[in-house]
């Protein structure tokens, strides 16, 4: 076991100057023997990233642990009591305590757990080793599996024989691609690829929700590089549930700095979007998921129509969609160009300080003039408002009221234009 007092000062300086974190620690023991914070919250604090959670593993039974933080004045919550996980709710903060484990039995979906009191057991049932890390109340860093190397230089590497870790949870093939992705830096662990494609017949044994849930989190990674290597190094793993990569432009998809993970798989399948669009169906994404990606499918077929260089065509796209997803296919489209922040420039400027207008006539103007409810209202106002677009939005309403006027001279019949 390594412990290592010359990071105090990164932890000091972040999650361990929460209060209220070092009373729920005093509470559960106080000493590195008794509760520890463990996995994210180290790794981030040593990579300098934010830190969103605070889990905590602890020597005590889960009921030891909701009766002493209730005792304390914290809210509990069982949120995953079977595998020894209680949740302890503080002010404005929630922090997971799980009991140190051991498996029994694991069968690629699901572990049958039981509790102890042995940290480097704990430790090694775990996936990566820089998920491994852990902290006392004191600052001190033990690291029981050799993952501080691997979380300073970006390496994402498995726990022991990754084929084992792989066997024991085959979401963990999924996972090692994105955190290869999240906290990687250069190329990806070879024998935990290796493992992961030799593993790819256990995806088999998972749920969609849990696939797309990962798939979802790869493709939020903050670095687009480092994702377009993750990705490109499991290819065949996006063969596997039915979403191959062949033909994926990986340099483009590397430009891509947004890190809105629908931008980035539409980079991805771009010349493939039936496949896509099927994929996040079938994966059981939600209905706003879903909605998301078929109108960025719809926003860049309708732009690939135009010339980006007339700003009214660019005005007409925000018009007809809207300002947030033009911009967004925008940016998709001048990553597949050579200087893609110059284009993205040049195509967005016409977006500058300019509110799309609002067509000026009403459905009430045109009843007015004698046309009824029902569909020949709703087709006079759409051809007003063709002409309106065509006048690049230039024409009043009494000018666009006396185009009625005119067609109603032609036309005689049931109020129509």
Not at 56 to 65: C, F, G, K, Q, Y
Not at 357 to 383: E, N, T, W, Y
Not at 387 to 416: M, P, Y
Request: aromatic fraction near 8%; charged fraction near 25%; glycine fraction near 8%.
């Amino acid at each position: 076991m390594a412990r290592y007092k010359a990071h105090r000062s990164v932890f000091q300086n972040s999650f361990l100057q929460d209060e209220q974190l070092q009373h729920l620690m005093q509470v559960l023991g106080g000493t590195a023997q008794y509760v520890r914070v463990v996995g994210g919250a180290v790794r981030n604090a040593l990579r300098h990233i934010k830190v969103n959670d605070i889990d905590l593993a602890s020597v005590h039974h889960p009921d030891e642990v909701i009766a002493r933080a209730e005792k304390a004045g914290f809210r509990t919550a069982p949120t995953g009591i079977a595998h020894g996980t209680v949740t302890i709710i503080g002010k404005g903060v929630h922090y997971e305590v799980t009991t140190l484990r051991e498996d029994i039995e694991t069968d690629g979906r699901h572990a049958v757990v039981r509790f102890g009191t042995d940290w480097q057991r704990d430790m090694e049932r775990r996936d990566f080793t820089m998920n491994a890390l852990c902290v006392d109340r004191d600052g001190v860093l033990h690291d029981l599996v050799s993952g501080l190397e691997d979380c300073r230089e970006g390496h994402v590497r498995f726990i022991g024989n990754a084929q084992h870790r792989i066997a024991e949870d085959a979401l963990r093939i999924f996972r090692f691609f994105r955190f290869s992705a999240h906290f990687g830096d250069g190329a990806l662990d070879g024998p935990g690829l290796a493992a992961a494609n030799e593993g790819v017949s256990l995806l088999s044994h998972l749920s969609a929700e849990r696939i797309q849930t990962e798939l979802k989190k790869t493709f939020s990674a903050p670095r687009a590089d480092q994702l377009s290597l993750a990705v490109k190094a499991g290819a065949a793993i996006f063969d596997a549930i039915e979403l191959g990569v062949d033909g994926a432009d990986y340099q483009a998809l590397a430009k891509c700095d947004r890190s809105d993970w629908s931008m980035r798989a539409f980079i991805l399948w771009r010349h493939r979007p039936e496949a896509l669009q099927l994929a996040v169906r079938k994966l059981k994404f939600s209905k706003a998921d879903c909605a998301r990606i078929d109108l960025l499918n719809e926003v860049i077929a309708f732009l690939d129509q135009c010339d980006l260089a007339d700003t009214f065509q660019v005005r007409h796209a925000v018009y007809r969609f809207g300002a947030a997803v033009i911009d967004d296919a925008l940016y998709l489209l001048s990553c597949f160009e050579q200087n893609s922040k110059h284009q993205y420039g040049v195509w967005a400027k016409p977006l500058e300080n300019w509110q799309p207008p609002i067509f000026p006539v009403k459905a009430a103007d045109l009843m007015q003039l004698g046309i009824q409810r029902g569909p020949d209202l709703g087709q006079s106002l759409a051809r007003l408002e063709q002409i309106w677009i065509e006048a690049q939005f230039a024409l009043t309403r009494d000018e666009l009221l006396s185009h009625v006027g005119l067609s109603c001279d032609k036309e005689t019949d049931n109020g129509r234009i």
